[in-house]
């Protein structure tokens, strides 16, 4: 199955910025959605932002204005620049494409491994 792969991860000061990337190792067709979540430990998995197909973007409110979500959705490209970083968006980032196919529709749901930011204080 094709996977997405992250990059861009690493440790930055709190106040800093950095630039996350997701790309396909193959091709996904048809994609409705690319999606970003962080997760730390023991925590469970949380929605960051999302783009849509038409180019609509959507975000948690606790990055709003800090952070901003791009891409093309068709290419199944998605970028993730966060900005003023504080030690509480400190996380694994998984990027995620969201595929709904068939009738009624189903939902299909391609992930990568993750890439690890850390915020210092």
């Known amino acids: 199955q094709v996977q997405l792969v992250e990059s861009g991860g690493g440790l930055v000061q709190a106040g800093g910025s950095l630039s996350l990337s997701c790309a396909p190792s193959g091709i996904i067709v048809s994609v409705d959605a690319m999606v970003w979540y962080r997760q730390t430990l023991g925590d469970q998995r949380e929605w960051v932002a999302s783009?849509?197909?038409?180019?609509?973007?959507a975000y948690t409110n606790s990055v709003k204005g800090r952070f901003t979500i791009s891409g093309d959705v068709a290419k199944n490209t998605v970028t993730l620049q966060m900005n003023s970083l504080t030690p509480e968006d400190t996380a694994v980032y998984y990027c995620n494409a969201v595929v709904y196919s068939g009738s009624p529709p189903r939902r299909t749901d391609y992930w990568g491994k993750g890439t690890r930011v850390t915020v210092s204080s």
């Open positions: 783009i849509a197909t038409d180019g609509a973007t």
